[in-house]
């Protein structure tokens, strides 16, 4: 009889009560991790990209907090879909104030009643429906939560690994310029070379140890952005190689994978969840009920000398809903706004991650482009300048400025080099971020 007023979820409430359980293992798991995990390895130990994401994932508090959210949601899902309380009624009935005790009239009564409450329509399972989707969602957007703190630690990686590089290229080349600055100080002293020379050469090297500095600077921003994520563990020297990623699929490919991304799965959910609260205010338009079952006992004897029967009550009470009609409709029409910006919403997000991917798509289309050219020509072609300008200049038969020119055009042609590919690197990164790729 019951079903019929939707009270009978139980069959998707034990899948619910497992999914509970499944999301509080989870947090226990990840939190027992992080308590058994070693704080840092060695100071002098290379820190790799793989290292890095794992150090950031196992001790991130904000996706630990939307699983425990998540885990929190499962559990409310769980209680709304439950019956409200029984309540018990015990009194005496019809006693006689003014003479007489408990036999003295016939409608004197001690009395045992028992009340429960149906809520209106099918709320309550509609009400678990929801909520589940509500964890749902939250499950979703930790996932989000994740893919971004991995992307935000590769990129923060990729950074300081360049930083590092760029520092240990000027540092390697700067005893070549300083050897330079010392022959032009030797042909000066026999007047074979001019006192510009000598202060050109002073420049360029007081230029490489600024440049020095500059990078010293960055490199201790870079370290704290990814102190942000792995903490002290940030210090430590970066390993000397990227990592390998030198192809993507199309971009239709990658749009695809785009529609399984967490942050839309989660919109997804928010989605249906709003749905779930249309059905629930359209459901408040139908009356609750509550069924009641009272036991009187009577003392004493009817007038034929025979004892008083005990009686049974049973009685059935159902709201009247047209009285609130107006508060319903309001309701009704306030859950429909709800979906229609929860929509909104999710459309309004597919359209910014296709834009970033797009976006992440040509960048990393040019800097392929860019990079190909570098190893093809440009790092060849400045090398082979710079050693013919310095040939020339051994000779006689050309300026010092040329040479100047020529290294450290060749040492910045490798600095961009270096800079290219981590570009394309974060590039990558943002692609594995939105479309789900293996990083």
């Known amino acids: 009889m019951f079903s019929q007023f939707g009270l009978n979820p139980e069959p998707t409430r034990s899948d619910r009560n497992g999914v509970s359980t499944l999301r509080l293992v989870m947090v226990a798991v990840v939190t027992a991790i992080i308590a058994i995990t070693p704080a840092h390895a060695r100071p002098?130990?290379?820190?790799?990209?793989?290292?890095?994401?794992?150090?950031?994932l196992v001790a991130e508090p904000g996706q630990l907090a939307m699983q425990a959210q998540a885990a929190a949601l499962d559990e409310r899902a769980i209680v709304a879909g439950e019956l409200p309380d029984p309540m018990l009624r015990?009194?005496?009935?019809n006693f006689p104030i003014d003479s007489g005790g408990f036999s003295t009239e016939g409608m004197t009564q001690a009395s045992l009643g028992f009340r429960q409450v149906f809520p209106a329509g099918k709320t309550r399972s509609l009400s678990y429906e929801k909520f589940g989707l509500m964890a749902d969602s939250m499950t979703e957007g930790g996932n989000a939560?994740?893919?971004?703190?991995?992307?935000?630690?590769q990129k923060a990686w990729l950074e300081l690994y360049f930083l590092r590089r760029a520092d240990a290229l000027i540092t390697e080349s700067r005893p070549f310029f300083g050897d330079l600055a010392e022959i032009t100080r030797s042909l000066y002293s026999v007047g074979r070379k001019t006192q510009q020379d000598v202060l050109h050469a002073e420049l360029e090297l007081s230029r490489l140890d600024d440049r020095l500095i500059d990078i010293e600077r960055r490199r201790a921003r870079a370290e704290s952005s990814l102190a942000e994520w792995i903490g002290e563990d940030a210090r430590r020297p970066v390993?000397?190689?990227?990592?390998?990623?030198?192809?993507?699929?199309?971009?239709?490919?990658?749009?695809?994978g785009?529609?399984?991304?967490?942050?839309?799965l989660a919109a997804d959910a928010q989605v249906d969840a709003s749905d779930a609260g249309v059905k629930i205010a359209d459901e408040r338009s139908k009356p609750n009920w509550a069924l009641d079952v009272g036991y009187g006992y009577r003392d004493g004897n009817l007038p034929s000398g025979d004892p008083r029967s005990d009686l049974v009550t049973v009685g059935v009470t159902v709201g009247l809903p047209f009285f609130r009609k107006k508060s319903v409709d309001s309701t009704l029409s306030a859950a429909?706004?709800?979906?229609?910006?929860?929509?909104?919403?999710?459309l309004r997000l597919e359209r910014e991650l296709t834009r970033q991917l797009e976006t992440e798509y040509a960048q990393w289309t040019e800097l392929s482009r860019r990079l190909s050219l570098y190893d093809t020509q440009i790092l060849d072609?400045?090398?082979?300048?710079?050693?013919?300008?310095?040939?020339?200049?051994?000779?006689?038969?050309?300026?010092?400025?040329?040479?100047?020119?020529?290294?450290?055009?060749?040492?910045?042609?490798?600095?961009e080099h270096i800079r290219l590919s981590v570009d394309r690197a974060q590039s990558y990164a943002a692609l594995a971020n939105l479309a789900g790729l293996t990083s």
């Open 44 to 56: 002098d130990t290379p820190l790799t990209l793989a290292e890095a994401e794992d150090l950031a």
């Open 90 to 93: 015990v009194g005496i009935n």
């Open 145 to 153: 939560r994740g893919r971004n703190v991995r992307t935000a630690t």
């Open 239 to 256: 390993a000397t190689n990227l990592p390998s990623w030198t192809s993507v699929p199309s971009l239709n490919d990658l749009k695809q």
């Open 258 to 264: 785009l529609q399984r991304h967490p942050a839309l």
């Open 336 to 346: 429909l706004q709800d979906r229609s910006a929860t929509k909104s919403s999710r």
């Open 381 to 415: 072609q400045a090398k082979g300048q710079a050693e013919a300008a310095l040939l020339a200049y051994q000779s006689d038969a050309g300026d010092f400025a040329d040479v100047m020119r020529a290294y450290i055009g060749y040492l910045n042609t490798r600095i």
